[in-house]
């Protein structure tokens, strides 16, 4: 199901909420998301296509006789989509759901969709509590249908009850959340994050601008998604993830070390290593003990280089397949991104490196980046940290399995 991205089909249906439907369309995009806007014919008076279609770059969908489109429209969008949506539902779609009407587009996707459906109810209260609502959303639950809301609140009559659609966010992570399985569960995934520091003296260190927020986000997406984690962490302040195992480092010898110990000698003990680090490439030759003095006008500082832990750990495994690796690049060259991050794939043997131009790689919730595969460089375009880390475990989830079939 799907291309290289996620896509819904957001069903949006003849509501005063339906203003809100936009934002979660915005939402679903910037996750990194395609998203398939279908407007019922009563939608079309409560909301723009040309917003909708602005925000998501797709044509709104209205009627299932487009006599541009060749082929089935119903059965052409449920092959793209991974989710149905409606936002908002109203009591007549739900009605319509549960009854598999399928005379116009959004009832032919619900019955023809093969992934999960998701509605967000959106009502006066009395027509919410009125036992023929009640008796689809019964129905609908018992199809294996999810909810998210309504909540209690105002509602557009100024009166207020159970009725009021779910805020946008709550929809959007309803909507990731929905497909987020728990498809690493066994796995043994070990993530390295954040800078590595060389000391000069005790007082002073050679560093860099990582944050560490990307190898945090894949660390917590992994363990979401049930993968047991252990996150090998340069200087941070950031939290550690649930359920995920961290281990502290300072340096990259020590970086060296617990990547060792958790790969274990012949890299047994982990399905997958995603070195997220930004590793210093060299240390001082010689650390003070002693805090050094100020003196010369000019100084140099000799310095030795460090071990590559990435290409290490590619040259050990050689011809295998396991455990999956998966690198960064980070760079200021616009144009050679991809032919820099392409040779790192080589010269370390690696599955796919993640690049990023380095104007948006450090601090920033959000990342500019391009998946770079021995045959392909797919362009992800600007996503979430979180949304791209979960791109990252797609990728390395879809080699796992291909290692399971051989
Ligand atoms: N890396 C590593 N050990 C190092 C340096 C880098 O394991 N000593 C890893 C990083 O964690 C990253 C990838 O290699 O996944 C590329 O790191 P980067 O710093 O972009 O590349 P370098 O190999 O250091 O090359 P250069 O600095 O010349 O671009």
């Known amino acids: 199901m799907g291309g290289e991205k996620r896509a819904v089909a957001l069903v949006i249906s003849g509501s005063i909420a339906a203003y809100k439907a936009p934002m979660v369309a915005r939402l679903l995009v910037a996750a990194g998301w395609r998203v398939i806007p279908v407007m019922t014919a009563s939608a079309e008076r409560f909301v723009g296509s040309v917003t909708l279609s602005g925000l998501t770059?797709?044509?709104?969908?209205?009627?299932?006789?487009?006599?541009?489109?060749?082929?089935?429209?119903?059965?052409?969008?449920?092959?793209?989509?991974?989710?149905?949506?409606?936002?908002?539902?109203?009591?007549?779609?739900?009605?319509?759901?549960?009854?598999?009407?399928?005379?116009?587009?959004?009832?032919?996707?619900?019955?023809?969709?093969?992934?999960?459906?998701?509605?967000?109810?959106?009502?006066?209260?009395?027509?919410?509590?009125?036992?023929?609502?009640?008796?689809?959303?019964?129905?609908?639950?018992?199809?294996?249908?999810?909810?998210?809301?309504?909540?209690?609140?105002?509602?557009?009559?100024?009166?207020?009850?159970?009725?009021?659609?779910?805020?946008?966010?709550?929809?959007?992570?309803?909507?990731?959340?929905?497909?987020?399985?728990?498809?690493?569960?066994?796995?043994?995934?070990?993530?390295?994050?954040?800078?590595?520091?060389?000391?000069?003296?005790?007082?002073?260190?050679?560093?860099?601008?990582?944050?560490?927020?990307?190898?945090?986000?894949?660390?917590?997406?992994?363990?979401?998604?049930?993968?047991?984690?252990?996150?090998?962490?340069?200087?941070?302040?950031?939290?550690?993830?649930?359920?995920?195992?961290?281990?502290?480092?300072?340096?990259?010898?020590?970086?060296?070390?617990?990547?060792?110990?958790?790969?274990?000698?012949?890299?047994?003990?982990?399905?997958?290593?995603?070195?997220?680090?930004a590793v210093a490439d060299y240390r001082p030759a010689h650390v003070s003990a002693t805090k050094s003095k100020k003196g010369d006008a000019q100084i140099a500082i000799d310095l030795i280089k460090n071990p590559d832990l990435l290409a290490a750990v590619g040259a050990k495994r050689g011809a295998k397949q396991s455990p999956v690796l998966v690198g960064f690049a980070v760079e200021t060259s616009g144009e050679q991104l991809l032919a820099y991050a392409r040779r790192k794939l080589v010269d370390k043997k690696v599955d796919f490196v993640i690049a990023n131009p380095a104007e948006t790689a450090f601090a920033g919730e959000s990342n500019r980046a391009w998946l770079v595969t021995e045959s392909d460089d797919c362009d992800l375009g600007t996503l979430k940290k979180r949304a791209l880390a979960d791109r990252i475990l797609d990728e390395v989830g879809k080699r796992l399995l291909s290692q399971a079939g051989a």
């Open 57 to 277: 770059g797709e044509a709104v969908r209205t009627t299932m006789w487009d006599s541009d489109f060749a082929g089935e429209m119903h059965v052409e969008i449920a092959r793209e989509v991974d989710v149905i949506a409606y936002v908002p539902a109203t009591a007549d779609v739900l009605a319509r759901l549960a009854t598999g009407r399928a005379d116009d587009l959004a009832g032919a996707l619900g019955l023809v969709g093969r992934g999960p459906r998701i509605v967000a109810p959106a009502m006066h209260p009395r027509m919410w509590h009125h036992a023929a609502t009640q008796r689809s959303v019964a129905q609908l639950i018992s199809d294996g249908v999810t909810f998210v809301g309504p909540i209690h609140g105002a509602v557009a009559s100024g009166e207020e009850g159970m009725g009021r659609m779910a805020e946008p966010e709550a929809i959007a992570n309803a909507i990731l959340g929905v497909i987020r399985v728990r498809d690493l569960e066994g796995r043994h995934l070990v993530v390295s994050a954040g800078p590595t520091v060389e000391d000069l003296d005790p007082v002073r260190f050679l560093g860099n601008r990582s944050t560490g927020k990307m190898g945090f986000a894949i660390a917590e997406a992994a363990a979401d998604r049930g993968a047991k984690v252990t996150l090998i962490a340069g200087p941070t302040h950031l939290a550690t993830p649930a359920m995920v195992k961290r281990v502290d480092v300072r340096s990259t010898v020590e970086m060296e070390r617990a990547i060792d110990e958790a790969l274990g000698s012949s890299l047994e003990e982990a399905d997958a290593l995603v070195m997220s680090a």
